[in-house]
């Protein structure tokens, strides 16, 4: 099992939804991560905060909005999605950002955009 | 054997045997190196990691081997189980620039064959 917990596993959403992707963990952790996987390709980085501050947006759209009300969660929010934005979206954490350490992953959640 | 072409690089061997994973990785000044996991439905799970002064690290199972020279990293697997099928991602963490950002490998699918 893995420690850090994301929900829903599945979402399936039409393009003027508005919905929210729950990370949590519970392992003192300080950087949390936002991926996104397409099939049979690696995670591909979109935020990353540290410390419950945004230290990193890899240029992602404005239609996702991630959000950390504390050092225990990551909240992705989604408005207005595309179909091309169907994928694996996996929150990770790590002890802390800037540091020569593993990341955590959680097990997903797979987004449909219909 | 190990085929590469338009679809994730398949790596297929004999329950029993040992596997070879290889991983070629692109900067230089990468000083940490990570091995994930990645089942079906799941999220990566970390295998074995090695900085960059060192050359081999074992674990249960497993060895990670580490060429500086021609920035190559490989991960052999002893006794390859059918508990072993999944995606394999190497990882590379950059001093500098972007310090704590895992940049991933393509990966290889293994199959074990009972």
């Known amino acids: 099992d893995t420690e850090v917990t994301q929900t829903p596993k599945h979402l399936v959403m039409g393009m003027t939804n508005k919905k929210s992707l729950k990370c949590e963990q519970h392992?003192?952790?300080?950087?949390m991560y936002w991926y996104k996987q397409k099939a049979k390709k690696p995670p591909e980085l979109m935020f990353v905060?540290?410390?419950?501050?945004?230290?990193i947006n890899e240029s992602v759209p404005s239609r996702f909005s991630p959000e950390c009300p504390n050092s225990s969660l990551l909240n992705l929010h989604l408005h207005a999605l595309q179909p091309e934005d169907s994928a694996l979206y996996l929150c990770?954490?790590?002890?802390?950002?800037?540091?020569?350490?593993?990341?955590?992953f959680g097990d997903g959640t797979r987004l449909s955009i219909l | 054997g190990e085929s590469v072409g338009l679809h994730l690089p398949t790596l297929s061997v004999q329950e029993g045997d040992n596997s070879i994973i290889n991983c070629a990785y692109s900067?230089?000044?990468?000083?940490?190196f990570i091995w994930y996991k990645q089942e079906s439905g799941k999220g990566p799970q970390f295998i074995i990691d090695i900085r960059s002064n060192m050359d081999k690290r074992q674990g249960q199972r497993v060895t990670v081997l580490l060429n500086k020279t021609v920035k190559h990293l490989s991960l052999q697997i002893a006794a390859t189980q059918p508990g072993d099928s999944a995606v394999y991602f190497c990882?590379?963490?950059?001093?500098?620039?972007?310090?704590?950002?895992?940049?991933f490998g393509k990966g290889t699918k293994l199959s074990v064959k009972p």
């Open positions: 905060y540290s410390y419950e501050k945004l230290s």
């Open positions: 900067n230089s000044a990468s000083d940490y």
């Open positions: 392992m003192g952790h300080r950087a």
């Open positions: 990770a954490s790590s002890q802390v950002w800037g540091l020569s350490q593993p990341q955590h």
């Open positions: 990882a590379e963490n950059m001093r500098g620039g972007s310090q704590g950002n895992l940049i």
